[in-house]
């Protein structure tokens, strides 16, 4: 018996010692310290991980782990608390946001930049203006056929392409432009924009459907080779689509209304407590960080100033 006692109470003292241990070896991060993960929409994954480039080499001893995916898991990641911060186009829904606070979580969301969708073709196709109107019938499958937008066309079979099924920029296109209608079951769907961007670089009768991001950030290895191997599409919200009245998913025309296929995006914190994401999430919304948006093609939330020198007797 005496044994077996004082074998219970050596186990207990074990325990005790390695827990006792462990907190003095836990290190729990810093707004400029430490390590955490976040989920990125597969869309901003060229930005953010610039961000997190310059980010990391300003506070050297930060580790940022960046999960790209498509936007639907980055929710579910957070709400299963694998992560506590999320890059994503849409806030938390009503229903989300009561699941937190019945855990007396107060999510924060906060905008970062304002995105557009970009629509792509292979260089060889001529149809690059096309209208508001008749990119939702061929979503609807209304139009399925270059000839039917072009009666010159020998392209054959209209195939769209999306980025992913469960990716932000294919529900934008149902909630947005097709205004929740049935999509055509003829589109399609890969894995994430670089597939887009080589399919239809490959297919003549391909239009795809990708973040502006992936084709305006001439930095970004993802974007380089990319002139002459697609071109992007100018939309107009006419009847009849002309250089006029036609735009392109470019900064000027993000900012001014004029590209009729935008989407804010914005940073999600679910962190109870000031932290790594607190720190990195406040840089993506300093000047420095709202210039590498800028630089990327997107339109800042907060737009970086602009000094103008002007020398005596200009």
Known sequence: MMMTTTSKLFRCWL???IFLVSCQHERKDTPTDGTTFIAVDETFAPIIQQE????????????????????????????KDSVRMIVATRKLTEKEIRYFNDQKIFPQSIKIAIDGIAFIVHPTNQDTLLTTETIRDIMLGKIFSWDQVNLASKLGPIKMIFDNPKSSTAEYAVKSICAEEKLSPSLTALN???????????TPGAIGIIGVSWVSDRRSSSSKGLPGKVKVVAISREKQATPENSYQPYQACLADGRYPYTRDVYV?????????????????????????ILKSGLLPAIQP??????????
């Open 15 to 17: 325990l005790v010692f």
């Open 52 to 79: 997190i480039d310059v980010f990391e080499s300003i506070y050297q001893s930060t580790g940022i782990i960046d999960r790209v995916c498509p936007e639907v898991d980055a929710f579910n990641l957070m709400l």
């Open 192 to 202: 994430s924009n670089p597939e887009v961007i080589d399919y239809v670089s490959k």
């Open 268 to 292: 999600i914190m679910t962190e109870p407590r000031i932290s790594l994401n607190t720190g990195f999430s406040s840089f993506i919304v300093s000047d420095r960080g709202q210039r590498i």
């Open 305 to 314: 100033p602009r000094e103008i020198h002007v020398k005596d007797g200009f």
